[in-house]
């Protein structure tokens, strides 16, 4: 069978243009100049049968290396986690797989109440008042928090820490050059923020003041002394967070955060070559009209009923028009639910258990390494992931760990030149002892 679907006849095609007053495809195009008009054959190869087609793209296909063949240590964002089963069998389910936005609450109620346990989840486990019903990824999710508090505070100065996501400072500062704001990096020291200069960067002018917590480098940042530093300001407290870390982790609302956002990439979520993702956006209740997005609220219908419904719509396609707070137009509600399902599959015991897991394999790794006479670099406690100093190039001993069925961690020389030939090392729950010993054994090999 040469078409998976039924495709148009030369007939249909005649009555369309009729339909519609023309006489030829040729007279649509009749307003394009003639002079940039193609002229000739697309560069392109001719057509294929729907069977030919996908073996080719399979062998395409193939040639990716993936997870399910080689052990990974790679992380830097996107993490290899356990995914229990039942959440692709909830999320493939048509009424959540088709579903666009719950515009109609009373034909929508499992989508809206699939946010609302979303919101509800995000809030318990950073310990912030609100919650929205998602955002595109963590990256966009910071970026926006930034905004809010440009907005909020009127002022111009956003301090971010150099120990937050290379990429997630490079949305903020795309975010904040039309928006007109100073994006203020503060330098780490030691692989955490360093609070000598943070404390000296803050002013009447700042907006905000942003960490990650763990750090990209895998740094656990002391928010106890960095939110009695933002409060000598007006600026806000963000922190960017991975939930799963929570589990084990004091959440940054303890600390006095006033937003938290993040990736939820971690509960249910597959890497899948970097995407699709889902940010979380969590504030104080102060904020909560400043939200980005949507917020799913819960009520009573006029039978006493439970019902849920679009509490909250700020994107400027709405009613708010020029009061908008965000130009965000949709949410991630699918990867939204995954991740419901799979904190919900997990419990509040489950992903304590998993988080500290990810501690302890992460710490026998580090003690692994050392013991094969590898420097761990910004050493001391830390969370998935760590830094270590190679002895010879990156590129010759991935390559050789490749070679092995092992993916390498990220290589630091590409986001700082002083960190050329410097390893972050990602060792998730996972990662199995034999998996680890493996590693070090073939790490050891590359050994001065």
Same mark, same amino acid.
């Given at each position: 069978?040469?078409?998976?679907?039924?495709?148009?006849?030369?007939?249909?095609?005649? @009555?369309?243009?009729?339909?519609?007053?023309?006489?030829?495809?040729?007279?649509?195009?009749?307003?394009?100049?003639?002079?940039?008009? +193609?002229?000739?054959?697309?560069?392109?190869?001719?057509?294929?049968?729907?069977?030919?087609?996908?073996? /080719?793209?399979?062998?395409?296909?193939?040639?990716?290396?993936?997870?399910?063949?080689?052990?990974? +240590?790679?992380?830097?964002?996107?993490?290899?986690?356990?995914?229990?089963?039942? &959440?692709?069998?909830?999320? !493939?389910?048509?009424?959540?797989?088709?579903?666009?936005?719950?515009? =109609?609450?009373? %034909?929508?109620?499992?989508?809206?109440?699939?946010?609302? /346990?979303?919101?509800?989840?995000?809030?318990?486990?950073?310990?912030?008042?609100?919650?929205?019903?998602?955002?595109?990824?963590?990256?966009?999710?910071?970026?926006?928090?930034?905004?809010?508090?440009?907005?909020?505070?009127?002022?111009?100065?956003?301090?971010?820490?150099?120990?937050?996501?290379?990429?997630?400072?490079?949305?903020?500062?795309?975010?904040? *050059?039309?928006?007109?704001?100073?994006?203020?990096?503060?330098?780490?020291?030691?692989? %955490?923020?360093?609070?000598?200069?943070?404390?000296?960067?803050?002013?009447?002018? #700042?907006?905000?003041?942003?960490? =990650?917590?763990?750090?990209?480098?895998? $740094?656990?940042?002391?928010? /106890?002394?960095?939110?009695?530093?933002? $409060?000598?300001?007006?600026?806000?407290?963000?922190? !960017?967070?991975?939930?799963?870390?929570?589990?084990?982790?004091?959440?940054?609302?303890?600390?006095?955060?006033?937003?938290? #956002?993040?990736?939820?990439?971690?509960?249910?979520?597959?890497?899948?070559?970097?995407?699709?993702?889902?940010?979380?956006?969590?504030?104080?209740? *102060?904020?909560?009209?400043?939200?980005?997005?949507?917020?799913?609220?819960? #009520?009573?219908? /006029?039978?006493?009923?439970?019902? +849920?419904?679009?509490?909250? =719509?700020? $994107?400027?396609?709405?009613? $708010?028009?020029?009061?908008? #707070?965000?130009? %965000?137009?949709?949410?991630?509600?699918?990867?939204?639910?995954?991740?419901?399902?799979?904190?919900?599959?997990?419990?509040?015991?489950?992903?304590?258990?998993?988080?500290?897991?990810?501690?302890?394999?992460?710490?026998?790794?580090?003690?692994?390494?050392?013991?094969?006479?590898? @420097?761990?670099? +910004?050493?001391?406690?830390?969370?998935? @992931?760590?830094? &270590?100093?190679?002895?010879?190039?990156?590129?010759?001993?991935?390559?050789?760990?490749?070679?092995?069925? %092992?993916?390498?961690?990220?290589?630091?020389?590409?986001?700082?030149?002083?960190?050329?030939?410097?390893?972050?090392?990602?060792?998730?729950?996972?990662?199995?002892?034999?998996?680890?010993?493996?590693?070090?054994?073939?790490?050891?090999?590359?050994?001065?």
């Amino acid at each position: 069978m040469t078409y998976r679907y039924l495709p148009m006849t030369e007939s249909d095609r005649q @009555e369309m243009l009729a339909t519609i007053g023309v006489n030829s495809v040729d007279e649509l195009f009749s307003d394009i100049p003639e002079k940039v008009r +193609f002229k000739g054959r697309l560069n392109i190869p001719e057509p294929v049968s729907e069977p030919a087609l996908m073996k /080719e793209l399979s062998k395409m296909a193939d040639k990716n290396v993936n997870i399910k063949k080689y052990t990974s +240590f790679l992380g830097a964002g996107v993490y290899d986690h356990y995914i229990p089963s039942i &959440v692709d069998a909830v999320i !493939s389910r048509s009424e959540f797989y088709t579903a666009y936005t719950p515009y =109609q609450p009373e %034909i929508s109620q499992g989508e809206l109440q699939a946010i609302f /346990e979303f919101q509800t989840m995000i809030c318990e486990l950073t310990a912030m008042d609100v919650a929205n019903s998602s955002m595109y990824d963590g990256g966009t999710a910071l970026a926006e928090a930034a905004m809010l508090a440009k907005g909020h505070t009127k002022g111009k100065k956003i301090l971010i820490s150099q120990a937050v996501h290379p990429e997630y400072r490079a949305v903020v500062k795309t975010y904040g *050059k039309g928006q007109g704001a100073e994006i203020v990096e503060i330098a780490a020291k030691d692989g %955490i923020t360093d609070l000598y200069e943070l404390e000296r960067s803050i002013d009447d002018d #700042t907006a905000a003041v942003i960490v =990650q917590y763990p750090n990209f480098f895998g $740094r656990i940042e002391p928010l /106890e002394k960095i939110g009695p530093l933002v $409060r000598k300001s007006k600026g806000l407290f963000i922190v !960017s967070a991975n939930p799963l870390a929570l589990g084990a982790l004091k959440p940054p609302g303890e600390f006095d955060a006033d937003i938290v #956002t993040g990736d939820a990439q971690v509960f249910g979520i597959p890497e899948s070559f970097g995407g699709p993702h889902c940010g979380f956006f969590a504030v104080k209740e *102060k904020f909560m009209r400043k939200i980005p997005g949507r917020l799913v609220g819960m #009520t009573k219908d /006029e039978d006493g009923k439970r019902g +849920f419904v679009l509490t909250l =719509q700020a $994107r400027e396609q709405h009613i $708010r028009r020029d009061k908008a #707070t965000s130009n %965000i137009c949709s949410n991630q509600a699918l990867n939204a639910l995954a991740a419901s399902v799979a904190m919900t599959a997990l419990g509040k015991r489950g992903i304590r258990e998993m988080a500290l897991l990810n501690m302890k394999k992460t710490h026998y790794a580090k003690q692994a390494l050392k013991a094969k006479g590898f @420097e761990i670099v +910004f050493d001391g406690p830390c969370f998935n @992931e760590f830094v &270590v100093k190679l002895h010879r190039s990156y590129d010759e001993v991935a390559k050789a760990l490749l070679e092995k069925g %092992i993916i390498a961690g990220y290589h630091l020389g590409k986001i700082d030149p002083a960190l050329e030939n410097h390893m972050l090392v990602c060792v998730t729950e996972l990662r199995t002892k034999e998996e680890i010993d493996t590693f070090v054994g073939e790490m050891g090999g590359y050994h001065g």
